[in-house]
């Protein structure tokens, strides 16, 4: 099933194409294509060109810099964007952090940072989880003690977050700590922004399995964080956390990434050889890749229905969990497909990642040598945002009713 469009949206949706053709950088297509780490240069130039546009941040009201496009607009832009291989946007700033200024911030914040988000001069990362505080958020400890000196009243943070993503690009962090550790869990929480560069603020590597770096351990002793970076109400935290959770959740799901990445499974399965004849002529691979394009037709379907719900005035809910679990399900099993497809090929990502095997010299649509690396990439789909099975436990009470 594809997507129908109104003239108007098909008007639309051309023109989005065309913007990509002539915008998206080449070189930056191809590592999206083939799965190969992107560079902070690369995510800030991808940026810039959508800012040039006025298209960065689909969901912001035009006021603010949006493009004043609804939810069926930003979901074709997005569904084009995917099949074109241009990159995600970074999150952090543009869809998670910007909905709630502009919901929850005070008309200073809005008028502070959102251009700068927009403009790229801050670069945010997310401080929610600490060692101990994942699945269970409301568990974090990081404390934040208000408090008066003659530079004016402020708050003074100690304790550490982790799992950081891109946190060694970024100046800025915005994050959840605790102002009142006598309340009930998630009463006691507020929600800070962090200037990284003030004393007291360390960054730490973690290294990932598929060689990456991408996530990071932060450290605060003795932050001070001006009063005026408390976003919404003191101790009422919890309310933004949460806010911004459903907009991290849809944006994980990426149908788009997932009709791309199927597109590439299909190829390699025509390109790789068992038994001299293709994959994709083998009956018991034939049969998963038909199971999973099945399962992507429906996830498609289900998008679109959240999409109609979005566009009639609802707010992202419990079908935001739904779509989580599936479109991660979904794309982890595209990516065990294509290592799956490899065979031994599959055990050397590092020398493939080199140029080794799996190079498709053609540098065609079968192009290989990042799939392990990716398949082991992915694993992380079904964990941040929330983890799967915290998503079903949503899914189970809030739509089941258990
Ligand atoms: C690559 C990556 C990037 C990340 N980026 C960020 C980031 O930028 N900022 C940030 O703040 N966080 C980030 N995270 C953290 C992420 O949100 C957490 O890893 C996630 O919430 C799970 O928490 P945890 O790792 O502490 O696992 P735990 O909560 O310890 O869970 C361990 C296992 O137990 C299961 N489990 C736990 N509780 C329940 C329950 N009640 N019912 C059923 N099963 C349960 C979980 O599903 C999981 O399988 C990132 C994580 C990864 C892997």
Same mark, same amino acid.
């Given at each position: 099933?594809?997507?129908?469009?109104?003239?108007?949206?098909?008007?639309?949706?051309?023109?989005?194409?065309?913007?990509?053709?002539?915008?998206?950088?080449?070189?930056?297509?191809?590592?999206?294509?083939?799965?190969?780490?992107?560079?902070?240069?690369?995510?800030?130039?991808?940026?810039?060109?959508?800012?040039?546009?006025?298209?960065?941040?689909?969901?912001?009201?035009?006021?603010?810099?949006?493009?004043?496009?609804?939810?069926?607009?930003?979901?074709?832009?997005?569904?084009?964007?995917?099949?074109?291989?241009?990159?995600?946007?970074?999150?952090?700033?543009?869809?998670? *952090?910007?909905?709630?200024?502009?919901?929850?911030?005070?008309? +200073?914040?809005?008028?502070?940072?959102?251009?700068?988000? =927009?403009?790229?001069?801050?670069?945010?990362?997310?401080?929610?989880?600490?060692?101990?505080?994942?699945?269970?958020?409301?568990?974090?400890?990081?404390?934040?003690?208000?408090?008066?000196?003659?530079?004016?009243?402020?708050?003074?943070?100690?304790?550490?977050?982790?799992?950081?993503?891109?946190?060694?690009? +970024?100046?800025?962090?915005?994050?959840?700590?605790?102002?009142?550790?006598?309340?009930?869990?998630?009463?006691?929480?507020? @929600? =800070?922004?962090?200037?990284?560069?003030?004393?007291?603020?360390?960054?730490?590597?973690?290294?990932?399995?598929?060689?990456?770096?991408?996530?990071?351990?932060?450290? @605060?002793?003795?932050?001070?964080?001006?009063?005026?970076? =408390?976003?919404?109400?003191?101790?009422?935290?919890?309310?933004?956390?949460?806010?911004?959770?459903?907009?991290?959740?849809?944006?994980?799901?990426?149908?788009?990434?997932?009709?791309?990445?199927?597109?590439? *499974?299909?190829?390699?399965?025509?390109?790789?050889?068992?038994?001299?004849?293709?994959?994709?002529?083998?009956?018991?691979?034939?049969? #998963?890749?038909?199971?999973?394009?099945?399962?992507?037709?429906?996830?498609?379907?289900?998008?679109?229905?959240?999409?109609? +719900?979005?566009?009639?005035?609802?707010?992202?809910?419990?079908?935001?969990?739904?779509?989580?679990?599936?479109?991660?399900?979904? #794309?982890?099993?595209?990516?065990?497909?294509? #290592?799956?497809?490899?065979?031994?090929? +599959?055990?050397?990502?590092?020398?493939?990642?080199?140029?080794?095997?799996?190079?498709?010299?053609?540098?065609?649509?079968?192009?290989?040598?990042?799939?392990?690396?990716?398949?082991?990439?992915?694993?992380? *789909?079904?964990?941040?945002?929330?983890?799967?099975?915290?998503?079903?436990?949503?899914?189970?009470?809030?739509?089941?009713?258990?």
């Amino acid at each position: 099933m594809d997507l129908v469009f109104s003239p108007s949206q098909e008007a639309f949706r051309l023109e989005v194409r065309r913007f990509l053709e002539q915008k998206l950088p080449p070189s930056i297509a191809e590592k999206v294509r083939i799965g190969e780490e992107l560079s902070k240069d690369d995510h800030e130039r991808w940026h810039a060109l959508l800012d040039e546009r006025g298209w960065l941040a689909p969901h912001w009201p035009v006021e603010h810099g949006g493009p004043g496009w609804g939810v069926v607009e930003a979901a074709i832009f997005d569904h084009e964007r995917a099949l074109a291989h241009a990159p995600m946007t970074v999150a952090f700033g543009v869809s998670m *952090l910007g909905p709630v200024l502009i919901k929850y911030g005070t008309d +200073a914040q809005k008028r502070h940072w959102l251009p700068r988000i =927009l403009s790229g001069e801050d670069w945010w990362c997310q401080g929610y989880s600490e060692p101990g505080a994942g699945s269970d958020l409301a568990a974090i400890k990081t404390r934040a003690v208000r408090g008066v000196d003659a530079a004016g009243e402020h708050y003074v943070v100690n304790g550490q977050k982790t799992w950081t993503t891109l946190g060694q690009h +970024a100046n800025m962090i915005f994050c959840l700590v605790r102002t009142d550790p006598s309340a009930k869990k998630q009463r006691g929480i507020s @929600f =800070l922004l962090i200037d990284m560069n003030t004393p007291g603020v360390e960054v730490r590597p973690i290294r990932l399995l598929d060689g990456s770096y991408e996530v990071n351990e932060v450290f @605060f002793t003795d932050v001070r964080v001006p009063i005026e970076n =408390l976003v919404g109400e003191e101790n009422e935290g919890w309310t933004y956390a949460k806010y911004l959770l459903t907009y991290e959740r849809t944006s994980i799901a990426g149908v788009g990434e997932s009709m791309a990445a199927f597109d590439w *499974l299909r190829a390699v399965a025509g390109r790789l050889t068992e038994n001299d004849r293709p994959l994709a002529q083998d009956p018991l691979f034939a049969a #998963r890749i038909a199971r999973v394009e099945i399962e992507l037709e429906n996830m498609k379907t289900t998008n679109l229905r959240v999409i109609a +719900a979005a566009a009639a005035g609802g707010a992202p809910g419990a079908e935001s969990s739904m779509i989580k679990v599936r479109g991660s399900e979904i #794309r982890q099993e595209i990516n065990a497909l294509v #290592r799956r497809a490899l065979g031994p090929q +599959a055990q050397v990502f590092f020398e493939a990642a080199d140029g080794g095997d799996g190079h498709d010299p053609a540098g065609g649509p079968t192009d290989t040598r990042f799939a392990t690396a990716t398949y082991f990439n992915m694993r992380k *789909l079904s964990i941040f945002g929330g983890s799967n099975e915290i998503q079903r436990n949503i899914i189970s009470k809030t739509i089941v009713g258990l």
